[in-house]
């Protein structure tokens, strides 16, 4: 099984080096010096670590036969994607692998059918479930515990308690202002 592990970010300096997007809860192990790592999209790849090492709280890679800012450059936005063992499962009862989220039917607390995840955005801030609406339209949802209230992989559901407006159609939203005071 392949796990996107982090994502190629800028050229850092002119030797080679290129900061990433650390995508896995075990970066000293799956992006250690000596790991070769398919990519996205695989002409890239695959990549093998030459070094690795963080500087001012980001991880900074080099890859074998990258030595300049050009060669650097040309790796940006590239997915790095480590083969794991389809066994392996995340430590943490709350922690999730793309790949087991990835399709669940998305629902509200009282049984709503809101949708089906067909991607995960990993942002600096917090994770994005985006959801394909049952009309073809997307519904971005954090995935953050106040709003993902349960995550059930035998029924291939997620349970969401969604704020106000998060996936209220806006044509179906009502203004209850009163224009004629």
């Not at 790849?45 to 070094?51: F, K, Y």
């Not at 990835?102 to 995840?117: N, Q």
């Not at 991607?119 to 985006?130: A, N, T, V, Y």
């Amino acid at each position: 099984m392949q796990l996107v592990v982090a994502r190629i970010g800028r050229a850092h300096g002119i030797k080679g080096e290129v900061t990433v997007e650390v995508r896995t809860d075990e970066p000293e192990l799956r992006l250690a010096p000596g790991a070769v790592l398919a990519t996205d999209p695989a002409s890239a790849g695959p990549l093998t670590i030459e070094t690795g090492r963080v500087h001012s709280g980001r991880l900074l890679l080099r890859f074998e036969g990258v030595r300049d800012r050009t060669g650097a450059e040309a790796l940006r936005n590239i997915l790095l994607i480590a083969e794991v063992d389809p066994d392996e499962l995340p430590e943490e009862e709350d922690e999730y692998y793309d790949h087991q989220l990835m399709d669940l039917d998305v629902v509200t607390a009282d049984g709503v059918e809101v949708g089906r995840i067909t991607e995960i955005s990993h942002l600096p801030s917090q994770d994005l479930f985006i959801v394909e609406r049952p009309d073809g339209s997307e519904v971005m949802i954090p995935f953050v515990g106040e709003i993902v209230t349960e995550i059930d992989l035998e029924e291939q559901r997620a349970v969401i308690t969604p704020p106000p407006g998060l996936i209220d159609d806006q044509a179906e939203t009502v203004s209850t202002r009163d224009d004629s005071a």
